[in-house]
């Protein structure tokens, strides 16, 4: 299993979908909540791995998929910042290991 089946895999069961009807239209979402935070944070972020940016991602497809995307950005502000201060902090760190 590719990593992107078991991210699909993850975010289905997040949602509690067992079904396999709605597999592309997860696919898409996941893939929005992808853009969305890369646009946050100007970053390809690991969602692959458990953490923040995984959690986040999660609970952005949780909200889109409830007609309840205006919501995200409020309940999780704290989260976002944090995701967007970590992820600055480590290309920083990444830059000047180079240099």
Sequence with gaps: MTPADELLKEV???LRITWVEEDTDIVKLID????????????DLDFFKD???????LERCRYVYNR???EFENNFRHEIINLQLSTAVAE????????
């Design 12 to 14: 289905k069961n997040h």
């Design 32 to 43: 929005r909540a992808k853009s969305y935070f890369k646009s946050v944070t100007g970053a």
């Design 51 to 57: 953490g923040q940016a995984k959690h986040l991602l």
């Design 68 to 70: 309840s995307a205006e």
């Design 92 to 99: 920083r760190r990444e830059r000047l290991g180079k240099a």
